[in-house]
């Protein structure tokens, strides 16, 4: 536990320290009996469909190389047979994310702020709030590509309910607070929409090969590695300030995202824009996934140069940034 929150109580058993706690999600893959697991929503999620509701997916970038004979291609169709309405790629919201960042990061820094983390990983911020709550300020207000995402697809369908789909826990206890649960419905994990499947029957060998998801860039799908987020938010300062030199510091795990606060608390990343993510590796080996992080990294790659368009300023769906704040 990268924040120190499981110990033995009197009885030897183990006790989770929810003042501590970050819900980052590793104690339920290093658990070596198994013993630790989190609420799952498969049941409401199954129940919503079965009513009849338009339930609209939204996939984290993750996704690539995380269901063996499943391409990005056949994606919507494997989602259609569980009886979602429609896919929409998180990434979309990646780039809006990194367009939002580092709007934020050249206004404020280092005039208002001394540096600024990133958004995007929940249990990362969280905890350097936590931890640091005096520097508080200094983690990016921008909405994480879950929000921006969820809140383009009700604007558009305001009568769908929207299921996140991605590799991470801690995006349960995100969307379970009051500023986002009437944008997303539900969570549900790689692992747990992989139950899914196979409850269902879907033969992913079988499905047709559909279009490619559109609209994301290859920046927002960059998301899911460490130092991807990082990479996006200093392509858009660089564009629309070319002139301007970005320093960035990145942590992967907890424990190093620590050290990374303290050495930003001491003054020693004064002007930076800092990345931490909860899980080393990226979101690539969050709790939720199924695949080996460093294939899935280097498959995410090629998926990357698949896509038409580059950095997130080259997102279509820039001009809508403003509406999603509304």
Sequence with gaps: CGT?????????????DYDKCVSCGMCLVSCPFGAISDKGQIFQLIQAIKRGDKVCAIVAPAFINQFPGLTAAKLKAALEQLGFCDMVEVAIGAD????EEAKDFMREVPDQIP????????????????????????ISMAL?????????????????RVCFIGPCAAKK????????????????????LMG??????????ALEEGEEPQGA????????????????VVEVIHRLDPDREVKVASAQGLAECKKMLMLAKAGKYNGYLLEGMACPGGCVAGAGTLADPA?????LAKYKQAADKKEALDSPYEITLSFLHE
Aim: with cysteine.
């Design 115 to 138: 540096y600024m983390g990133t958004s995007c990983c929940p249990s990362w911020s969280v905890m350097a709030k936590k931890l640091f709550p005096e520097r508080a300020d200094c």
């Design 4 to 16: 120190n929150a499981i110990h033995s109580d009197s009885l030897g058993r183990a006790d989770i």
């Design 217 to 232: 860039t290859a920046a927002g799908r960059g998301f899911a590695v460490s130092g991807g987020v990082a990479q996006a």
């Design 173 to 192: 206890l995100e969307a379970s607070r009051r500023s986002v649960r009437s944008d997303v419905d539900f969570v549900l994990t790689f692992e747990e």
């Design 96 to 99: 809006l994310c990194a367009i």
């Design 144 to 160: 994480t590509p879950m929000v921006l995402t969820a809140r383009m697809v009700k604007r558009d369908h305001p009568n769908a």
């Design 295 to 299: 294939k899935t990294a280097a498959i």
């Design 196 to 205: 899914l499947f196979e409850a269902k029957e879907v033969d992913f060998t």
